[in-house]
């Protein structure tokens, strides 16, 4: 795993993707957990998103985690405010690990059922007789029509909802606490007010 690029700590530059990567796999994942729109049209991009979330979050933390041990004067297992910064960065991927199998959980369950807050009485598949008239002789056409997808209770539709948004919610407050965490750790007394 890459730490250095370009001569400089991987983790400052590898950061900027898991602050994107993880709000916005976050966000797609509740829109398309509580809005079917927008799951059809976000489709795979959601579990996607998640997965590049996922990928970047322990190779950025194994960035740190080297940053941390080469910072002079031992300062980065001293100092209060990098050790906190670099605890709570230890706790960011169980919440991405969420949000990544909640956005597959509700990308599969979209392809395979209608996951709706209308209830829906079960539809099988209609067989019609059709008589069709051609030059006075009559003739039966049978025609099938595909039954449309299985919606699931609208008690599980809002299970997987709830869910959704509680591993988003909480992979965000905790990417927000890492950074203030970070912030805090990198300005304090290096700025005159």
């Known amino acids: 795993m890459p730490v250095k690029i370009n001569g400089l700590p991987a983790h400052v530059l590898l950061i900027h993707v898991v602050v994107v990567f993880v709000p916005l796999a976050a966000l797609m994942l509740v ?17 996607a ?12 933390t194994h960035a740190g985690k080297w940053l941390q041990d080469h910072l002079p004067s031992n300062i980065g297992h001293t100092n209060p405010q990098i050790v906190r910064h670099a605890h709570l960065g230890g ?9 990544f199998v909640m956005s597959v959980v509700v990308w599969l369950l979209g392809l395979r059922y209608e996951l709706t807050w209308r209830p ?7 067989d019609t007789a059709t008589e069709i008239s051609a030059g006075g002789t009559a003739t039966l056409e049978r025609t099938q029509r595909a039954a449309p ?4 209770p609208v008690w599980l539709t809002a299970v997987v ?5 509680g591993v988003s919610v909480g ?22 007010g």
């Open 31 to 47: 829109a398309g957990a509580v809005w079917p729109a927008a799951r059809a049209k976000l489709g795979f991009l959601t579990p």
């Open 49 to 60: 998103s998640a997965l590049v979330a996922l990928i970047f979050v322990p190779i950025t």
């Open 91 to 99: 706790e960011l991927l169980p919440w991405v690990v969420g949000i």
């Open 120 to 126: 829906r009485p079960e539809q099988a598949a209609i």
């Open 149 to 152: 997808r299985t919606a699931l």
């Open 161 to 165: 909802a709830v869910v959704a948004i």
């Open 171 to 192: 992979g965000v407050v905790q990417l927000v606490r890492i950074g203030d965490a970070g912030a805090k750790a990198a300005w304090s007394g290096s700025t005159t």
